[in-house]
């Protein structure tokens, strides 16, 4: 039994979880950290197999509108035999093959009553949980089979979180005490706990999940729990690149690793699109310094990455460039509002009651034009239920339009002379409109959307080159 000291917690996503390489890349990640640190321990936690949770949702939402599901449940059982088939060693097959019939059996019950009944967000997660609990006992099978002492591990064993199914958020006091009692017993044992990310349980005992991503989300709560004065934890989520980029290559070929991100940088990063680091994951472990690295899986070697941590950082004022290609804009107009307190909270009260996020507002200081931002699926239906509503058809002129976003991100944004030069880079380009909130380090901008290469490119060669 050795007392926990320096903790490496590894997210592996369904990218490492492909073929037998890539399994057999697991084992060259815990033979290098632990050749070069005998003193390292690690826990593992894993997402679903690649397209296993959108192939989950799909199922649950064909029964829903009683279309046959069945087209879904068979691509998810192929898609784990064939896994188990080349990775998993003889001798535990039939374990795992019983773990996927036994899974499969509950995931049709929930199905047979989703037909019956009507889906709820319960149902959902249910159902949308099952594809990390196979494949993390999928890895840990493979693990034991090549004779590393590990452990299957759900996560409802210890992460407890309120009641919003589909995004539940965790309660930290008892779940740090449960992972502790828990989790932390075993690394001492010297064993690797193989933990399923994104789902947890709330306190009546049901499965719940974390939100899409939610398995960074996972590895960062255990990193706080585990997290004392005298020990060092570290996370990393293994990637399929060799971290964040300055801008998406397809669009600047001459894109840079960024190597370094504050935890409010990363944050913003993970907004826009990149997909890179859930927003989430960052809050349990900011107040407490804890590192997370983002590292290219497919190359271990490699000595570039990014790291996400606090420190003064002043060699660039802008990090990178983030965007969505295709966004509904939608501009309500009146003048006969003006100061009217409580238009606004009208306005997004409507939204938010149908389920509209809304990613971008501003508001010109004389309260005539408010210009908000959807999703391009919700344009139409955001225009429809103003037109639709009575105060808001009365007095306001309003319109969509598809158009480009570009958030420009970097902690040094608040020194003078930044939004100058991002304007001047712009100058061929109509600006339809900016958000920046105070002391932000995003500055959200729209552009036509057959502007927005163009954009990108003129910010990323003025900031970055
Ligand atoms: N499998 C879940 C999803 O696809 C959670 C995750 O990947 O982190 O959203
Ligand atoms: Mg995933």
């Not at 599901?69 to 003889?90: F, S, W």
């Not at 570039?304 to 983030?322: A, C, F, N, Q």
């Not at 509002?337 to 909270?345: E, M």
């Not at 239920?385 to 420009?408: H, M, N, P, R, Y």
Request: glycine share 6%; proline share 4%; net charge negative.
């Amino acid at each position: 039994m050795s007392l926990l000291k320096r903790l490496t917690i590894m997210k592996f996503g369904g990218s490492c979880l492909r073929s037998p390489e890539s399994f057999s890349q697991i084992i060259n990640v815990i033979n290098k950290y632990v050749s070069e640190d005998p003193e390292q321990q690690l826990i593992f936690v894993v997402s679903a197999l690649s397209g296993i949770t959108d192939l989950l949702l799909n199922s649950a939402r064909a029964a829903s509108r009683q279309e046959d599901p069945e087209g879904y449940l068979l691509e998810i059982i192929r898609k784990h035999e064939e896994t188990i088939e080349k990775v998993i060693p003889e001798k535990f097959q039939i374990a795992v093959k019983d773990f996927l019939e036994d899974n499969i059996s509950s995931i049709r019950a929930m199905i047979d009553d989703i037909k019956e009944f009507e889906i709820s967000p319960f149902k959902i997660d249910q159902i949308i949980s099952k594809g990390e609990m196979l494949s993390t006992f999928l890895l840990t099978k493979y693990l034991e089979g090549n004779k590393f002492k590990v452990k299957y591990v759900p996560a409802t064993d210890f992460l407890v979180t309120d009641s919003v199914y589909n995004d539940a958020l965790p309660l930290l006091d008892i779940t740090c005490q449960k992972i502790n009692a828990k989790v932390k017993p075993l690394i001492e044992d010297g064993v690797i706990p193989v933990v399923t990310g994104f789902l947890a349980r709330n306190i009546e005992g049901h499965v719940t999940t974390l939100g899409r991503g939610g398995t960074d989300f996972t590895a960062t709560i255990l990193a706080h729990c585990l997290k004392n004065d005298e020990n060092l934890v570290k996370v990393i989520l293994w990637k399929d690149v060799d971290g964040v980029l300055t801008t998406h290559p397809d669009i600047a070929p001459n894109a840079r690793l960024i190597e370094h991100l504050s935890y409010s940088e990363a944050k913003e990063f993970a907004y826009f699109g990149a997909k890179l680091i859930n927003p989430k994951c960052i809050t349990p472990i900011q107040k407490q310094g804890i590192v997370v690295e983002l590292r290219n899986f497919e190359d271990l070697t490699k000595t570039r990455y990014t790291v996400v941590e606090e420190k003064p950082d002043t060699t660039l004022s802008v990090k990178g460039i983030t965007f969505f290609k295709e966004v509904a804009m939608i501009s309500a107009i009146s003048a006969a509002t003006v100061s009217q307190p409580g238009v606004l909270a009208k306005l997004f009260d409507l939204m938010g009651k149908n389920n509209i996020n809304v990613s971008f507002v501003s508001q010109s200081s004389s309260e005539i034009n408010t210009t908000f931002v959807v999703d391009k699926k919700n344009g139409e239906n955001a225009m429809r239920l103003l037109k639709e509503d009575t105060f808001f058809s009365k007095w306001f002129q309003i319109s969509v339009e598809d158009v480009g976003l570009i958030a420009i991100i970097g902690e040094g944004f608040n020194q003078p002379g930044i939004l100058g030069r991002v304007f001047s880079a712009l100058t061929n380009i109509q600006i339809l409109a900016i958000s920046q909130a105070s002391g932000g380090i995003n500055i959200s901008i729209l552009v036509p959307k057959k502007d927005l290469t163009a954009a990108i490119l003129a910010i990323h060669e003025e900031f970055i080159g």
